[in-house]
């Protein structure tokens, strides 16, 4: 109960101080060419989780569909937090569609998946209600929301049994990009950073992002969560049926506990025949392309935007 109060008090603080500095002129999204839409529902009910908001660049024709999928450890974070990095797409020419969805450890594995699928599902059908071209769709997230936007990209290129990924399946999306950013891709070997030797404390605080998805005891749950571990899903051979999978692009620090998981991820891509850009930046730590200060974020977005721009371009009307 302890741990959970900590949490929801963290989570209260950092969302007030994101409220206060959204509210500066500098963090207005007109400033940047860029009108929102907040809380617009995509699932039936009342629940907060089921709200996006959709950033769309003025005077831009039909530009690409992004759904953007927020971090938080599975459990704290929202999309009124992350506002920063769907103004950096928005800004960039893409249409943004910015998600909340359940957090553990009240809703755990697979409510976060199911949310965004059907997030994604909602954004393929209404992207042209707000001019957006839902032939061109893409899919970015960090750290949780990473592990979630690779999860709904196997959904939607493998045969599965689970209704949410089975419907993602039966739609046959068209998606240009996947950009899932110094994620946690997997839930079954928690033990590779007790035998990286990293730190008690962030040792700690990565146990607690797993069990925030899919419970205690971790790893034996996470056994039976597959989609909870997309690393390990791209390294399985694909079954009958799959399709190519679309080109990622991958970023991290080398000061990030979990700069692994990318490479790994990025090979195990390469290995199923998948383009694979991995942009690791020198120093930096969980979180970095968010502090727009520094050089090295300002040098992933725009290696992001690079590849964006390579993966969207008009080709097909």
Same mark, same amino acid.
């Given at each position: 109960m302890l741990e959970r109060a900590l949490i929801r008090t963290w989570d209260r603080a950092v969302h007030t101080a994101a409220a206060i500095g959204y509210r500066l002129p500098l963090a207005a999204p007109a400033r940047y060419g860029v009108e929102v839409t907040h809380d617009v529902r995509y699932a039936p009910g009342t629940r907060r989780a089921h709200l996006l908001d959709v950033y769309l660049p003025v005077g831009k024709r039909s530009p690409p569909a992004l759904l953007y999928v927020h971090g938080g450890g599975f459990a704290v974070l929202s999309k009124d937090t992350h506002r920063i990095m769907a103004l950096a797409f928005a800004s960039a020419g893409f249409a943004v569609f910015n998600i909340n969805y359940r957090l553990g450890p009240q809703h755990? %594995?697979?409510?976060?998946?199911?949310?965004?699928?059907?997030?994604?599902? !909602?954004?393929?059908?209404?992207?042209?209600?707000?001019?957006?071209?839902?032939?061109?769709?893409?899919?970015? *997230?960090?750290?949780?929301g990473a592990n979630l936007v690779a999860a709904l990209t196997y959904c939607a290129t493998h045969p599965r049994p689970e209704s949410y990924a089975r419907r993602l399946f039966e739609r046959d999306l068209r998606i240009r990009a996947v950009l899932p950013i110094y994620g946690l891709f997997d839930m079954q070997d928690m033990r590779r950073f007790d035998r990286a030797g990293m730190p008690? !404390?962030?040792?700690?605080?990565?146990?607690?992002?797993?069990?925030?998805?899919?419970?205690?005891?971790?790893?034996? /749950?996470a056994a039976s969560a597959p989609l909870a571990s997309p690393l390990r899903c791209f390294q399985a051979p694909p079954p009958p049926g799959s399709r190519p999978l679309p080109p990622f692009f991958?970023?991290? *620090?080398?000061?990030?506990?979990?700069?692994?998981?990318?490479?790994?991820?990025?090979?195990?891509? /390469?290995? /199923?025949?998948?383009?694979?850009?991995?942009?690791?930046?020198p120093g930096e730590i969980? *979180? %970095?392309?968010?502090?727009? !200060?520094?050089?090295?974020?300002?040098?992933?977005? /725009?290696?992001?935007?690079?590849?964006?721009e390579r993966h969207t371009a008009v080709t097909d009307r």
């Open positions: 755990r %594995f697979p409510a976060p998946l199911e949310d965004a699928s059907a997030a994604l599902d !909602w954004m393929a059908s209404h992207a042209e209600d707000f001019g957006a071209d839902p032939r061109r769709l893409c899919l970015a *997230g960090e750290s949780a008690w !404390w962030l040792r700690v605080a990565l146990r607690q992002a797993g069990t925030s998805y899919v419970g205690r005891p971790l790893e034996q /749950r991958l970023a991290c *620090g080398t000061r990030d506990p979990l700069l692994g998981d990318s490479k790994a991820l990025c090979e195990a891509l /390469r290995e /199923r025949g998948a383009r694979c850009e991995l942009s690791i930046h969980h *979180g %970095f392309n968010a502090m727009l !200060w520094r050089r090295e974020a300002r040098a992933k977005w /725009r290696a992001a935007f690079s590849f964006l």
